[in-house]
C-alpha cells in the first residue's frame, strides 16, 4: 500500500483517485474546487480545498510523507509547472505531473499502477 497525494481532481485526477482506491492504496486529494473534493469524498484517505501554488499550504500537507506525489491539474499549465516545483522543494519523494493541452481524449487511461 502506498500514500498518495494527488492534486487536481478533474477529469483524470478522480478516475486515479478511483483506481487507486481499488488497489488499496491511501490517496490523500487536494483541489481548489469544494464540488471536485466532495465527488471523489469516498475514495480517499482524506481531502483538502487549497491553492496548490501556495507553498505554506503545501508544507502544511506533509509533502515529504507521501510515497507519490501525483499533479493533474488540467488547463493552467502554470499552476501545474509552480505545483510541481514546491512539491520538490518540499521533500515529495517521487512526483509525477501531467497536463495536456488541446482537447482531451475521448477514452481516459483504464489502468495506472503504482509500485
Known amino acids: 500500500m502506498k500514500s498518495i497525494l494527488l492534486i487536481g481532481t478533474n477529469r483524470l485526477g478522480s478516475l486515479l ?6 488497489l488499496g492504496h491511501q490517496v490523500m486529494a487536494v483541489d481548489k474546487n469544494e464540488a471536485r473534493i466532495n465527488s471523489v469524498l469516498p475514495f ?3 481531502a483538502q480545498i487549497g491553492d496548490s501554488t501556495n507553498a505554506a499550504f ?5 509533502v515529504a510523507s ?28 517521487l512526483v509525477v ?5 488541446g482537447r482531451p481524449s475521448a477514452t481516459p487511461p483504464t489502468t495506472f499502477s503504482i509500485t
Open 44 to 46: 480517499v484517505t482524506d
Open 17 to 22: 483517485v478511483r483506481e487507486f482506491h481499488k
Open 97 to 101: 505531473a501531467r497536463w495536456r493541452s
Open 58 to 62: 503545501l508544507r502544511s500537507l506533509g
Open 66 to 93: 507521501f510515497d507519490v506525489c501525483i499533479v493533474t491539474i488540467g488547463g493552467d499549465f502554470q499552476s501545474s509547472l509552480e505545483t510541481t516545483s514546491l512539491l520538490k522543494e518540499l521533500g515529495g519523494k
